[in-house]
């Protein structure tokens, strides 16, 4: 019976994937039509780097996994990595220090998501372009004219609220920064958030945030797919893209506008040190014994069983390492307000303190249930003295 | 001149069943709500002979689900119980000269408390009220806790409806921290619950204590 079932789900399972197949090619052959050329060879570029064919292949299936597809995807990944360099970008900076793009652009030893990531036809990136001044901005303008519509508006960093937003201004005409955020995204396919920052405010939002920094959703009111981190893995925005080149659409997202791919599961769950949570091994200071053995760094601040993210599981540097692997405890970075909500970072939860003293919640509870004893007893033996005799 | 006392039923069998459960639920998740908390670490023998934490874990995650359903039934009962439900009860604070006086009572200022009718005084009324809030908080926050690590059945309908509330209190970490402040209360609750019955059985003599156990209370009779 229970076996019917099964292969009755199976069915339907292959029927949908054969359908989503479909839909795949339909939308990739509609890519290939109306998106402009390809500026870049992918293939050319991952040979000039040393990376080989089979390097590739090895690359499609790691990314096919994690975007949760089964392996009859691979070729459409490919194919759509190959296309990655069609979709016209806009990257737009605000509120941070640029450590997302350093991070993603930067790698001593690239990968195929990182050379994936300089194949990206940036139209627009106040970093990396070489215009500058009145320039710069007559490129932002024809590029948001050229491709509007069609363009991906990526960005990284807060928006500051206060003082009508000209904490951030920007450019020769001295636009603040909720002016062009919203001038670009209100033509754009999609807005990416990069990094917690443009995601959910993050360090310019931290208390108490003088400049009343905010995420971008929070700041222009359109919705974002949030790539959170600080900084976040270049996979899960490669994944999104390409996501988005296959299927014509956002992947999934949490209700923090995280892709459920890449956020769906806690640091803790997929964590290569918990089988010594459990079996309660933990480090408990910094390079003892126990951090030798790779024990769990629960009780050196680590935030893993707070903080929804896939790092464990993709790792960074081509999957080289990752914070807890390295033996620092996760700092939480993909969560909103992280800085405030995970603090301190380096200890666990309860040992946050209150009014600049050693105070925690555990020795203010155990104070006030001193007190509360000691009252107890005040009472007691004042209750006996006054309702001495009675019966 | 001897007083006569008259035993009346007070507590119905499923209040006190529910009490002692409750309480036996909230001890045990104390003790290994504070392990989860702050927990040692086993260092002899191999990691794959040890499950302490996972242990733990368990047991909490155990007698947290137990919580969470005997609180749904406690609510019942305030509503529905066929012997006494007494939501009502729960609002005796309204009447503020009879609070004021129960307040002087407590505070040795009067000999004698005021003649209430309803099953809880004042100022339990009001403590009550308290707990029930407590419980639920922690009952909601434990159900966010155990949907982050668990994504099936029950917890995983729990978790759906629940994470928008996780959203509001600022992700998982304000939601454990919040969690871990609740049982502190619950701590500063039981200290003065168990010292304020048995001072009612001190003074009052009707016989608190017991009557969690046996479901009788001791009333003096009228001549
Ligand atoms: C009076 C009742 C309770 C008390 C005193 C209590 C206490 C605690 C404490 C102190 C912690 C550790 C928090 C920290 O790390 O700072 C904790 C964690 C937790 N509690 Fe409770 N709790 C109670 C009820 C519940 C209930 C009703 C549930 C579930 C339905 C629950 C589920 C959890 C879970 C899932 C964790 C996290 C454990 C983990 O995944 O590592 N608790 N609790
Ligand atoms: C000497 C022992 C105790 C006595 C005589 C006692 C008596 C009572 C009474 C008369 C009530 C009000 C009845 C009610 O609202 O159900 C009550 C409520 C409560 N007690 Fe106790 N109690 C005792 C110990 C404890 C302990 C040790 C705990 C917890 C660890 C506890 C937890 C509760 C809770 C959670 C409630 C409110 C829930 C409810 O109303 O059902 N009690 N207790
Ligand atoms: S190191 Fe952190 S994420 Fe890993 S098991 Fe320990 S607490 Fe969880």
């Known amino acids: ?311 464990g599981k993709v790792r960074f540097n081509g999957g080289i390492s990752w914070p807890v692997m390295s033996g620092h405890g996760c700092i939480g970075c993909t969560e909103p307000d992280f800085w405030d909500t995970m603090a301190p970072l380096e200890k666990p939860l309860p040992d946050k303190t209150y009014g600049g003293g050693e105070k925690t919640v555990d020795n203010i509870g155990i104070a006030l249930t001193g007190i509360a004893a000691a009252g107890i007893a005040a009472h007691a033996v004042a209750s006996g003295i006054r309702h001495k005799g009675d019966k | 001149m001897e007083k006569k006392f008259t035993s009346e039923k007070e507590w119905s069998v499923a209040m006190r069943i529910n009490h002692w459960a409750m309480a036996i639920s909230i001890f045990v998740l104390i003790v290994t709500g504070f392990y989860i908390a702050e927990p040692f670490t086993v260092s002899s023998g191999e990691t794959v002979d040890k499950f302490l934490m996972g242990n733990i874990r368990y047991a909490h995650i155990l007698f947290g689900v137990f919580l969470v359903f005997l609180f749904i039934w406690r609510v019942y009962l305030a509503f529905f119980s066929r012997f006494h439900a007494d939501w009502k009860d729960f609002f005796a604070w309204a009447d503020m000269k009879m609070t004021i006086d129960q307040i002087k009572f407590y505070l040795l200022i009067k000999k004698e408390g005021p003649e209430y009718k309803t099953l809880y005084g004042p100022m339990q009324s009001l403590a009550y009220i308290g707990l029930f809030f407590m419980v639920f908080v922690i009952v909601i926050t434990g159900l966010i806790l155990m949907g982050a690590g668990y994504h099936e059945g029950f917890t995983a309908v729990a978790y759906f409806i629940l994470r928008p509330v996780e959203k509001m209190m600022g992700g998982l970490a304000v939601v454990r921290y919040v969690h871990h402040v609740f049982t502190w209360f619950f701590i500063l609750f039981i200290v003065v619950h168990i010292y304020m019955a048995f001072w009612y059985d001190a003074i009052l003599k009707k016989g608190t204590v017991s009557s969690m156990i046996s479901g009788n209370i001791f009333k003096k009779a009228k001549e």
């Not at chain 1, 359908?19 to 090619?25: D, F, G, T, V």
């Open chain 1, 1 to 311: 019976m229970a076996k019917g079932n099964n292969s009755e789900y199976r069915k339907t399972i292959d029927k949908q994937y054969k359908e989503l197949m479909k839909h795949c090619q339909l939308h990739m052959e509609q890519v290939e039509k109306t998106l402009p050329e390809s500026k870049e060879d992918l293939h050319g570029l991952l040979k000039e780097r040393g990376l080989t064919r089979r390097d590739f292949v090895k690359w499609t299936s790691v990314m096919t996994a994690a975007l949760m597809l089964p392996p009859i995807f691979k070729p459409m990944v490919a194919k759509a990595a190959e296309n990655f360099s069609r979709i016209p970008v806009v990257w737009l900076h605000f509120a941070e220090c640029t450590g997302c793009s350093e991070a993603f652009l930067r790698s001593s030893y690239p990968n195929v998501d990182d050379i994936l990531l300089e194949t990206i036809s940036l139209e627009y990136h106040e970093t990396l372009m070489a215009a500058s001044g009145y320039q710069a901005e007559q490129n932002l303008e024809k590029a948001v004219k050229d491709f509007a519509g069609k363009f991906i508006c990526v960005i990284e960093g807060a928006l500051p609220r206060g003082l009508d937003g000209k904490y951030l201004t920007l450019g020769p005409k001295g636009k603040t920064g909720i002016e062009v955020a919203k001038e670009v995204a209100s033509k754009a396919a999609a807005v990416i958030c990069i990094g917690s920052c443009s995601a959910f405010g993050n360090i310019p939002a931290a208390d108490p945030n003088p400049t009343d920094c905010v995420g971008i959703k929070k700041a222009i009111g359109v919705s974002t797919v949030n790539i959170a981190g600080c900084p976040p893995n270049a996979v899960n925005f490669t994944g999104t893209i390409l996501h988005y080149l296959m299927f014509g659409a956002l992947p999934a997202l949490d209700n923090l506008g995280r892709p459920v791919w890449a956020y769906g599961k806690r640091i803790h769950d997929y964590c290569e040190r918990r089988p010594h949570y459990d079996a309660s091994e933990f480090v408990e200071e910094w390079g003892d014994e126990s951090a030798l053995k790779g024990w769990c760094l629960y009780k050196m601040g680590c935030k893993g069983p707070y903080t929804y993210a896939n790092c």
